[in-house]
């Protein structure tokens, strides 16, 4: 059975940090690149940050490049995003997802996690 699960979730004040982790299962890690996503309430899901296979290629989106940051363990088949500066608009729930190309579009996404609550307050 494949398992993506996010945590690392919780409220934190402006300007705060948080590290989410992504650990996965029942697929081949090592050959997919993972993604995170997030939604906030209202919103359509976007994009946030992605990492390649390896680890040595990465993309964020414009609103949290130089704040956040995306590394991956392929021996513990977990994906971390390090989350610092964080404003109240990252406040939505975050998932991560697997795919099979280094991608940026949700639909190139195979496999998805169950999302984790990030709140950010002012």
Not at 50 to 69: D, L, M, N, Q, W
Not at 102 to 107: C, D, M, V
Request: charged content about 15%; glycine content about 10%; overall charge positive.
């Amino acid at each position: 059975e494949v398992q993506l699960q996010a945590s690392g979730g919780g409220l934190v004040q402006l300007g705060g940090s948080l590290r989410l982790s992504c650990a996965a299962s029942g697929f081949p890690f090592d050959d997919y690149a993972i993604g995170w996503f997030r939604q906030a309430p209202g919103k359509e899901r976007e994009g946030v940050s992605v990492i390649s296979v390896s680890g040595e290629r990465t993309f964020y989106a414009h609103s949290v490049k130089g704040r956040f940051t995306i590394s991956r363990d392929n021996p513990k088949n977990t994906v971390y995003l390090q989350m610092n500066s964080l404003k109240p608009e990252d406040t939505a729930v975050y998932y991560c997802a697997a795919s099979p190309v280094n991608a940026q579009h949700p639909s190139r996404y195979a496999f998805w996690g169950q999302g984790t609550l990030v709140t950010v307050s002012s």
